[in-house]
């Protein structure tokens, strides 16, 4: 009686130790999930951003004069910038958080910021900044922060 007695609780811990492995296995490829699902859903905003800039001559208007500097814009065309970056600094914010959650591989993330610091080096991207950074969670606003100040003055004032 012994004998299978040994038999069953060797083959119950044979049994938890196959459903630990094979939980670790759904884990894993929950989170490959997760993260491809991540970066599908940021690369479809962004998508949407271009395909704003490149189908509506307004908007595309209103980003060339916001190379060119704030003095240029129409009102209507500050209100039109001021919302497309606040959505455009939202998507960052959020692939910033994937980011930070392990859900964005620091290979995937890296060109992201090099295209920060590009868009964030104009003058007049950085006053529309400056007016809405506080509408941000404060670990991403301080890497927008760092960013603005590598690329010169520091023009928020505080």
Not at 37 to 65: C, F, G, H, L, N
Request: net charge negative; hydrophobic share 40%; charged share 25%.
């Amino acid at each position: 009686m012994g004998t299978v007695s040994n038999w069953v609780n060797v083959g119950s811990a044979v049994g938890v130790l196959m459903g630990i492995v094979f939980l670790g296995w759904e884990v894993r490829q929950n989170t490959e999930m997760m993260k491809s699902q991540a970066r599908d859903a940021i690369t479809e905003k962004q998508m949407m951003y271009s395909e704003w800039v490149a189908t509506e001559p307004e908007m595309a208007e209103a980003v060339s004069k916001l190379c060119d500097g704030m003095d240029s814009m129409t009102p209507r065309e500050r209100i039109m910038i001021g919302y497309f970056l606040a959505g455009v600094w939202r998507e960052w914010e959020n692939s910033y958080y994937q980011y930070q959650s392990g859900l964005f591989e620091q290979s995937k993330f890296e060109p992201r910021m090099g295209r920060w610091q590009s868009q964030m080096a104009t003058e007049a991207t950085q006053t529309q900044w400056c007016g809405q950074r506080q509408w941000f969670a404060p670990d991403f606003r301080e890497e927008v922060d760092r960013i603005v100040r590598a690329s010169g003055e520091w023009p928020c004032g505080d």
